[in-house]
């Protein structure tokens, strides 16, 4: 039993000297670093107490010292994904070895950041698409939001905080559209950003896709459906306009029930004329994926 309790006392007391900072009298300045790849570092690690060895155990830049309370750790341009730089000491007095690791981040900002869409071609209006957004070489990826806009406005982000690799990855993200009429001549794009904290670069780190240009087909469609009817004096003229827009731009063909055969309308999208007869005018606007029909009621002024 007694045994057992200074067994327990000594795990304890061995726990306390390996994790808390203070008593390990090693202090990192900073604490935490933030390094673009390839860019210089520099990290002091100081003894709050006479230090029999001060060093920095390191894949790049390790190195020590005799009896100084402070060493530097330097890398003048790092370029190398190490694990995280431990800064060791080796006392005259209990506890005699201790150590504590830096928080180093080394980011890279992506080579590439590409939109694509897995169609060729117009898209038509109603059909679901896939937009993929794909980032090349950036780390760490646990940091990284992929934003996507249509025109300006943020419509969806992906975050990547559930990874884990250090090393440059590459990561995608994946938006389903469905493209209606508003949605022609719109573009779409995504941004990779980097937010590393408030000891990370400010402003954060971006890059952003070349736009997708959105082009939807859609039928034909008038921007007053109404029918339109007028009062015409004899040889007075009159206006019709049939004028719609689609994707394709639209044909248009016109009948009327008036007793005289319209001449030359084919394709017209307006009618300008002083000989139309009082009666009523339809005209089609066609284009591959449907056709709308609007009418004209001409009746002779009273
Ligand atoms: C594109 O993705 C959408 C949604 O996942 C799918 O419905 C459509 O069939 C895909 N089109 C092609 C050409 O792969
Ligand atoms: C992602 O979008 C949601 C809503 O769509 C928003 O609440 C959140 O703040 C965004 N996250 C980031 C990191 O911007
Ligand atoms: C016909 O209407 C369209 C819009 O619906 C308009 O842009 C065009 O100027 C009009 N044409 C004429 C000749 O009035």
């Given at each position: 039993?007694?045994?057992?309790?200074?067994?327990?006392?000594?795990?304890?007391?061995?726990?306390?000297t390996?994790?808390?900072?203070d008593?390990?009298?090693?202090?990192?300045?900073?604490?935490?670093?933030?390094?673009?790849?390839?860019?210089?570092?520099?990290?002091?690690?100081?003894?709050?107490?006479?230090?029999?060895?001060?060093?920095?155990?390191?894949?790049?830049?390790?190195?020590?010292t005799?009896?100084?309370?402070?060493?530097?750790?330097?890398?003048?341009?790092?370029?190398?994904?190490?694990?995280?730089?431990?800064?060791?000491?080796?006392?005259?007095?209990?506890?005699?070895?201790?150590?504590?690791?830096?928080?180093?981040?080394?980011?890279?900002?992506?080579?590439?950041?590409?939109i694509?869409?897995?169609?060729?071609?117009?898209?038509?209006?109603?059909?679901?698409?896939?937009?993929?957004c794909?980032?090349?070489?950036?780390?760490?990826?646990q940091?990284?939001?992929?934003?996507?806009?249509?025109?300006?406005?943020?419509?969806?982000?992906?975050?990547?905080?559930?990874?884990?690799?250090?090393?440059?990855?590459?990561?995608?993200?994946?938006?389903?559209?469905?493209?209606?009429?508003?949605?022609?001549?719109?573009?779409?794009?995504?941004?990779?950003?980097?937010?590393?904290?408030?000891?990370?670069?400010?402003?954060?780190?971006?890059?952003?896709?070349q736009?997708?240009?959105?082009?939807v087909?859609?039928?034909?469609?008038?921007?007053?459906?109404?029918?339109?009817?007028?009062?015409?004096?004899?040889?007075?003229?009159a206006?019709?306009?049939?004028?719609?827009t689609g994707?394709?731009?639209?044909?248009?063909?016109?009948?009327?029930?008036?007793?005289?055969?319209?001449?030359?309308?084919?394709?017209?999208?307006?009618?300008?004329?002083?000989?139309?007869?009082?009666?009523?005018?339809?005209?089609?606007?066609?284009?591959?994926?449907?056709?709308?029909?609007?009418?004209?009621?001409?009746?002779?002024?009273?």
């Amino acid at each position: 039993m007694e045994r057992n309790t200074l067994g327990c006392f000594f795990v304890v007391c061995i726990f306390y000297t390996a994790l808390a900072g203070d008593s390990c009298s090693l202090e990192l300045r900073p604490s935490r670093v933030v390094v673009a790849f390839g860019e210089t570092v520099t990290v002091s690690c100081v003894a709050s107490r006479p230090v029999r060895v001060l060093g920095w155990e390191s894949a790049v830049g390790a190195t020590h010292t005799l009896n100084d309370q402070a060493v530097q750790w330097k890398v003048d341009s790092l370029i190398d994904w190490i694990e995280e730089p431990i800064c060791y000491g080796v006392f005259f007095t209990a506890p005699r070895q201790c150590e504590e690791k830096l928080n180093l981040v080394l980011y890279k900002s992506p080579d590439t950041v590409s939109i694509s869409l897995n169609h060729t071609g117009t898209m038509v209006e109603g059909k679901e698409y896939q937009l993929v957004c794909e980032v090349q070489n950036i780390a760490p990826v646990q940091y990284l939001t992929l934003r996507w806009y249509r025109g300006e406005r943020e419509v969806y982000n992906h975050s990547f905080s559930d990874l884990t690799p250090t090393t440059p990855v590459q990561v995608s993200s994946s938006l389903l559209i469905t493209p209606s009429v508003a949605d022609h001549g719109v573009q779409y794009k995504c941004m990779a950003e980097l937010d590393l904290g408030i000891d990370g670069p400010q402003p954060t780190p971006r890059v952003t896709s070349q736009p997708l240009d959105i082009a939807v087909q859609y039928a034909p469609l008038f921007s007053s459906a109404a029918d339109e009817s007028l009062e015409l004096s004899k040889g007075e003229e009159a206006t019709l306009n049939c004028t719609a827009t689609g994707n394709p731009p639209p044909t248009y063909t016109w009948s009327t029930t008036a007793l005289l055969p319209l001449e030359k309308t084919e394709d017209l999208p307006v009618l300008t004329s002083t000989s139309l007869r009082p009666g009523t005018y339809t005209c089609t606007a066609s284009n591959i994926l449907g056709k709308r029909s609007k009418q004209f009621v001409i009746k002779p002024r009273a």
